[in-house]
């Protein structure tokens, strides 16, 4: 069955590092998400990609935040100067399909650390 | 903004109960899902609910959407220590095209012998 993978399983970095998180969707998805869960907290959306574009983003995705599909296979979450409040599980999501109705599949998370 | 409310936060049951772990929502939901995440791991899709009073059943784990669909309860039965982990409901803000899942709080189920 297809899956979502994500590159590293955990990255442990120290402040102010840049730091760049790896996700390979499901191959003939089309849109793409990035959510982050700091410890036991909620699931929080980032930013949904589609068509080379972020199609929408929260207010936590500041201006350190970019994500990029290089290829046609990785999808990229970087951040560019980490904060020790970034220290968060970061899952990776994609869905086939306009994304209203329709599931979104999980990829199983990068913990980032920043120390 | 689309709120979503889980009850309990924690549940610990013994193997062989049954249980029910509820989410209700501030707003009318237009679509809702059930996932199940295992401690420092991805999230695993559990069901979707659209419809007022819509139930869908997946082996031994039953939701329900309720007719005002505000409110969506998730049932297991007879448990087992595989149903053990976080379970998650999320759902859609009520105008399509959007495309941000809001997650709620979360209910941590223990299952013991």
């Known amino acids: 069955e297809p899956e979502v993978t994500q590159t590293p399983s955990h990255q442990v970095t120290q402040m102010g590092q840049e730091v760049i998180l790896r996700c390979v969707p499901i191959?003939?998805?089309?849109?793409f998400y990035w959510y982050r869960q700091i410890l036991g907290q909620k699931v929080e959306f980032l930013v949904s990609?589609?068509?080379?574009?972020?199609?929408?983003k929260s207010e936590i995705f500041d201006d350190q935040f970019s994500v990029e599909r290089p290829d046609g296979s990785n999808f990229t979450l970087k951040i560019r100067s980490t904060k020790l409040e970034d220290s968060a599980m970061y899952f990776c999501?994609?869905?086939?399909?306009?994304?209203?109705?329709?599931?979104?599949?999980f990829g199983p998370g990068t913990r980032l650390t920043v120390l | 903004s689309q709120e979503l409310e889980q009850s309990p936060q924690s549940l610990i049951v013994q193997e062989g109960k049954n249980l029910t772990i509820n989410c209700t929502s501030s707003?009318?939901?237009?679509?809702l899902y059930w996932y199940k995440q295992k401690y420092g791991e991805g999230l695993i899709f559990l069901m979707m609910?659209?419809?007022?009073?819509e139930e869908k059943s997946h082996e031994k784990i039953t939701a329900k959407l309720d007719e005002k669909k505000q409110q969506s309860s998730l049932h297991i039965t007879a448990s087992q220590p595989s149903h053990a982990g976080i379970y998650l409901c999320?759902?859609?803000?009520?105008?399509?095209?959007?495309?941000?899942?809001?997650f709620g709080t979360g209910t941590r189920l223990t299952i013991i012998p």
């Open positions: 999501a994609s869905s086939d399909f306009q994304p209203a109705y329709n599931e979104q599949f």
């Open positions: 191959s003939n998805h089309l849109y």
């Open positions: 990609f589609y068509n080379n574009e972020i199609s929408e």
């Open positions: 707003k009318t939901l237009y679509g």
């Open positions: 609910l659209q419809k007022g009073g």
């Open positions: 999320g759902a859609w803000p009520p105008y399509f095209g959007n495309e941000k899942l809001t």
